[in-house]
């Protein structure tokens, strides 16, 4: 069986780069597609504000990042759900679609080449932007940073 990682991150260029794996590849019959979804580590204000918290505030802050974490997968399920019905709408079995949340990224590009790299995978589909301009600017674009470092499989990069 031949599998394929599409980078998930909810963002319209995902969304096409979905709609461009169903379109072009759903008609393999030995496919089988992970959509992977990359959390990046909670922002700092969740987890860090220069200080050694005591027991009861270490518990308010897990309880914190534990809802933060809730609500991160809990809008992705939709948005997964939307996902596979595109894959779907173009012919791809259900049960050849599988969901992979990975939810403690330093680095998104990072991570996503190492599954890519481990998975045993043999294309990679990601839209060519995700973030706003002003994030890209100040965390450099994920598409970039993986074509710059190169995956090891081939990958394709939808407008």
Not at 21 to 30: E, I, Q, V
Not at 53 to 81: I, Y
Not at 86 to 92: F, N, Q, V, W
Request: with cysteine; hydrophobic share 40%; aromatic share 6%.
């Amino acid at each position: 069986m031949e599998n394929m990682l599409i980078a998930f991150d909810g963002s319209e260029c995902s969304f096409r780069a979905v709609d461009f794996a169903g379109r072009h590849f759903s008609c393999l019959p030995d496919l089988r597609i992970v959509l992977l979804h990359v959390i990046p580590y909670p922002p700092a204000p969740l987890w860090d504000d220069g200080h050694i918290p005591g027991p009861q505030e270490k518990e308010v802050r897990e309880r914190l990042l534990n809802q933060w974490l809730t609500d991160r997968k809990t809008k992705f399920e939709e948005l997964f759900r939307r996902a596979i019905k595109i894959l779907t709408d173009a012919g791809m079995s259900p049960d050849r679609i599988e969901i992979k949340s990975i939810s403690d990224s330093v680095d998104v590009a990072e991570s996503v080449l190492e599954e890519a790299r481990d998975g045993g995978y043999r294309t990679l589909v990601m839209g060519r932007r995700g973030l706003s301009r002003a994030k890209r600017i100040f965390t450099g674009s994920v598409t970039s940073k993986i074509i710059g470092q190169g995956a090891g499989i081939t990958v394709c990069v939808v407008e």
